[in-house]
């Protein structure tokens, strides 16, 4: 059973930091794509980055130059820095990894950011 676990939310000032983690369990991450994704309050829920099992990254247009995805194949975990973080970055923070039809999500963590 894939098994995806957020860590890291917390609740941060304007122009703050921090980072994020997507710990992987029942498969292996390794040539896997990874994809992170927010529910900010009030709000749909909206796709932030893609990083693919070849290390291709791609990031939602408000968060590039402020926020970057990396992954450690070998501990099985995916990373989101996010600096410089505006309140509108706000909300729970969820990984997801689809494997055909098969999707899989972690609970999210919450970032809270505050002016």
């Known amino acids: 059973q894939v098994q995806l676990v957020e860590s890291g939310g917390a609740s941060v000032q304007a122009s703050g930091s921090l980072r994020l983690s997507c710990t992987v369990s029942g498969t292996s991450l390794r040539g896997n794509t990874v994809y992170w994704h927010r529910q900010p309050p009030g709000r749909n829920q909206e796709w932030v980055a893609t990083?693919?099992?070849?290390?291709?990254?791609h990031y939602r247009d408000s968060v590039k130059d402020r926020f970057t995805a990396s992954r450690e194949d070998t501990q099985n975990m995916v990373f989101l820095q996010l600096n410089k973080v505006k309140p509108e970055d706000s909300g729970v923070y969820y990984c997801?990894?689809?494997?055909?039809?098969?999707?899989?999500w972690g609970h999210g963590t919450q970032v809270t950011v505050s002016a």
């Open positions: 990083i693919t099992g070849s290390g291709l990254i």
């Open positions: 997801q990894m689809i494997f055909g039809t098969m999707e899989y």
